[in-house]
């Protein structure tokens, strides 16, 4: 480990020299004056977009270290009024290892029985081994008597389907539910200790809580069951994001509301989950769009129970004091295949979430989280611009503007990776290259989905959404295709005017050539 260490800090001071070296190398005397503006222009947007990430740094660090410790504290200094009467903890697994689900459910058993509340843990599983698997863990640890296992078996259809029939289980117990609480939890991720004594009194002392969500880290099983380049490659672009995250969710957090109630780890109001309508939300949760059509979610879950409760404008937070291992197994050894099948799944959700949440006032959801799902809509284009532009620039004037660019880009990721240093207590040298990779790639993934938002597939069932009749399949990818060719032409047109490649007299000596 200190040799990786050494490797990282030595990878630190090579990036550095390299951005000073390029400094001296700038040719800024051959910048030609229509290049400066073009530029200025490009220095414009990214003021726009880097103040907009110091915002929300700003507001990150403000949540964590002011707002969430005074609650904390109070939660702390409280006494055992604040404690649940029931917890519920549903866990849904499939098609994950045994050693990794062995070590979930040991964790989220041990984490029962050490809260010393009632807890009612529900397994959702699909396959028998699975059950096996459960129970015999439960029955090594010799929990005490206020600590249950139910098992509930479903078919292999989906998460959906796993978390409706938990939820169905929960509704029919006899507890005070407005006592009590429900923990959603991935069969892939690990709860620390503390987390529901942690978590579960928030609600007490809130009663506008509606959910919550926890800080999430990757954890070293990609390390231990493989230690070839892929792995590590996946490992620290796990880390990254889950870094972002944090700041994100502490961000939104500051205004007393959440983007989204992870589905890895999330808790909520038992009176809320318990509603039949809740759950039948989780199961057949659907988006009308005004090209594609109807169409129910297959993925997204957790989009779907956050959408839930901001319809009703419940509070939801953000506890970055407690902290969930996630084990994320490779969709695909190829990194940049597998990081898009993820990147598809991830932005699918969001913006099948966005296209309806926007049409929520407001005060449901407060004025920064509005304004961020506004920002969702424009992100997809602003890291694109600026790479666009430097490219037509450089056909205009000359390589210097490319030369330029990446200098520039290059400085402003390892800023912000030095930011990030406030949310991880690590950062890692590849990361400035991995932030750009998330923008780039990142955005054309994000232009594709916003087109083609009936696709869904899960990477780790092979569920996919059925399209339904033929003609109504061809229409929605025919149509979905020619959106994204028609988002593109029109981009470059704009880029193109902008930097001065087409003019308006062009255009219409263009127009006047068709007419002959």
Same mark, same amino acid.
């Given at each position: 480990? %200190?040799?990786?260490?050494?490797?990282?800090?030595?990878?630190? /001071?090579?990036?550095?020299?390299?951005?000073?070296?390029?400094?001296?190398?700038?040719?800024?005397?051959?910048?030609?004056?229509?290049?400066?503006? #073009?530029?200025?222009?490009?220095?414009?947007?990214?003021?726009?977009?880097?103040?907009?990430?110091?915002?929300?740094?700003?507001?990150?660090?403000? =949540?964590?270290?002011?707002?969430? %410790?005074?609650?904390?504290?109070?939660?702390?200094?409280?006494?055992? +009024? #604040?404690?649940?009467?029931? /917890?519920?903890?549903?866990?849904?697994?499939?098609?994950?290892?045994?050693?990794?689900?062995?070590?979930?459910?040991?964790?989220?058993?041990?984490?029962?029985?050490?809260?010393?509340?009632?807890?009612?843990?529900?397994?959702?599983?699909?396959?028998?081994?699975?059950?096996?698997? /459960?129970?015999?863990?439960?029955?090594?640890?010799?929990?005490?008597?206020?600590?249950?296992?139910?098992?509930?078996?479903? %078919?292999? !259809?989906?998460?959906?389907?796993?978390?409706?029939?938990?939820?169905?289980?929960?509704?029919?117990?006899?507890?005070?539910?407005?006592?009590?609480?429900?923990?959603?939890?991935?069969?892939?991720?690990?709860?620390?200790?503390? !987390?529901?004594?942690?978590?579960?009194?928030?609600?007490?002392?809130?009663?506008?809580?509606?959910?919550?969500?926890?800080? +999430?880290?990757?954890?070293?099983?990609?390390?231990?069951?493989?230690?070839?380049?892929?792995?590590?490659?996946?490992?620290?672009? =796990?880390?990254?994001?889950?870094?972002?995250?944090?700041?994100?969710?502490?961000?939104?957090?500051?205004?007393?509301?959440?983007?989204?109630?992870?589905?890895?780890?999330?808790?909520?109001?038992?009176?809320?989950?318990?509603? @039949?309508?809740?759950?039948? &939300?989780?199961?057949?949760?659907?988006?009308?769009?005004?090209?594609?059509?109807?169409?129910?979610?297959?993925?997204?879950?957790?989009?779907?129970?956050?959408?839930?409760?901001?319809?009703?404008?419940?509070?939801?937070?953000?506890?970055?004091?407690?902290?969930?291992?996630?084990?994320?197994?490779?969709?695909?050894?190829?990194?940049? @295949?597998?990081?898009?099948?993820?990147?598809?799944?991830?932005?699918?959700?969001?913006?099948?979430?966005?296209?309806?949440?926007?049409? #929520?006032?407001?005060?449901?959801?407060?004025?920064?989280?509005?304004?961020?799902?506004?920002?969702?809509?424009?992100?997809?284009? &602003?890291?694109?611009?600026?790479?666009?532009?430097?490219?037509?620039?450089?056909?205009?004037?000359?390589?210097?503007?490319? =030369?330029?660019?990446?200098?520039?880009?290059?400085?402003?990721?390892?800023?912000?990776?030095?930011?990030?240093?406030?949310?991880? %207590?690590?950062?890692?040298?590849?990361?400035?290259?991995?932030?750009?990779?998330?923008? /780039?790639?990142?955005?054309?993934?994000?232009?594709?989905?916003?087109?083609?938002?009936?696709?869904?597939?899960?990477?780790?069932?092979?569920?996919?959404?059925?399209?339904?009749?033929?003609?109504?399949?061809?229409?929605?990818?025919?149509?979905?295709?020619?959106?994204?060719?028609?988002?593109?032409?029109?981009?470059?047109?704009?880029?193109?005017?902008?930097?001065?490649?087409? &003019?308006?007299?062009?255009?219409?000596?263009?127009?006047?050539?068709?007419?002959?």
């Amino acid at each position: 480990m %200190k040799i990786l260490k050494d490797y990282n800090f030595l990878g630190f /001071v090579v990036y550095i020299l390299i951005l000073i070296i390029g400094f001296f190398l700038l040719p800024i005397n051959r910048v030609e004056p229509g290049a400066r503006d #073009l530029i200025f222009l490009i220095g414009i947007i990214g003021l726009w977009r880097y103040g907009w990430f110091l915002l929300n740094g700003i507001r990150a660090f403000i =949540y964590q270290k002011i707002k969430f %410790k005074t609650i904390r504290k109070i939660e702390e200094e409280s006494g055992d +009024e #604040l404690d649940p009467e029931h /917890v519920f903890m549903l866990i849904t697994s499939f098609r994950i290892s045994t050693d990794v689900s062995a070590k979930v459910y040991r964790e989220a058993i041990k984490e029962a029985i050490n809260s010393g509340y009632n807890v009612t843990i529900i397994a959702s599983l699909v396959e028998k081994a699975d059950e096996l698997l /459960v129970k015999k863990i439960f029955q090594l640890l010799n929990p005490p008597e206020r600590v249950k296992l139910v098992i509930t078996r479903i %078919k292999g !259809t989906g998460k959906r389907d796993g978390l409706t029939a938990g939820f169905r289980v929960i509704a029919n117990h006899n507890v005070d539910f407005e006592k009590s609480v429900v923990a959603v939890i991935d069969g892939d991720s690990i709860i620390t200790p503390g !987390t529901i004594r942690k978590c579960a009194r928030l609600f007490a002392l809130n009663p506008k809580l509606g959910g919550l969500t926890t800080d +999430e880290e990757e954890d070293d099983y990609l390390l231990i069951h493989g230690k070839g380049l892929a792995e590590k490659i996946y490992y620290y672009w =796990y880390k990254l994001r889950f870094a972002q995250r944090n700041m994100s969710m502490s961000s939104i957090a500051l205004s007393d509301r959440i983007l989204t109630l992870t589905g890895r780890m999330s808790m909520i109001r038992a009176s809320i989950a318990a509603k @039949k309508a809740f759950a039948d &939300t989780i199961q057949l949760d659907k988006l009308s769009h005004w090209r594609l059509g109807e169409f129910y979610f297959l993925t997204g879950d957790d989009k779907s129970s956050w959408f839930a409760l901001a319809s009703e404008g419940w509070e939801m937070w953000y506890v970055p004091d407690v902290l969930v291992y996630t084990v994320d197994e490779i969709p695909e050894r190829n990194f940049f @295949k597998g990081s898009i099948m993820l990147m598809v799944r991830w932005f699918g959700n969001q913006y099948r979430t966005n296209a309806r949440a926007l049409k #929520l006032s407001h005060k449901k959801i407060n004025l920064y989280p509005w304004y961020a799902l506004i920002d969702q809509r424009i992100t997809k284009w &602003t890291t694109l611009f600026g790479l666009f532009m430097a490219i037509l620039g450089t056909i205009q004037w000359g390589i210097v503007i490319f =030369y330029a660019y990446i200098w520039w880009i290059l400085f402003t990721r390892l800023l912000m990776t030095f930011v990030y240093r406030f949310s991880r %207590k690590k950062i890692y040298a590849i990361w400035p290259l991995m932030l750009y990779y998330n923008q /780039v790639v990142g955005s054309f993934v994000k232009i594709y989905v916003w087109e083609h938002m009936y696709k869904q597939k899960w990477t780790r069932q092979k569920t996919t959404l059925k399209g339904g009749k033929k003609f109504v399949e061809w229409y929605r990818k025919v149509s979905s295709n020619g959106m994204v060719i028609i988002d593109f032409m029109v981009f470059l047109l704009g880029i193109a005017f902008l930097v001065g490649l087409i &003019t308006f007299h062009d255009v219409w000596e263009f127009i006047h050539f068709f007419r002959r």
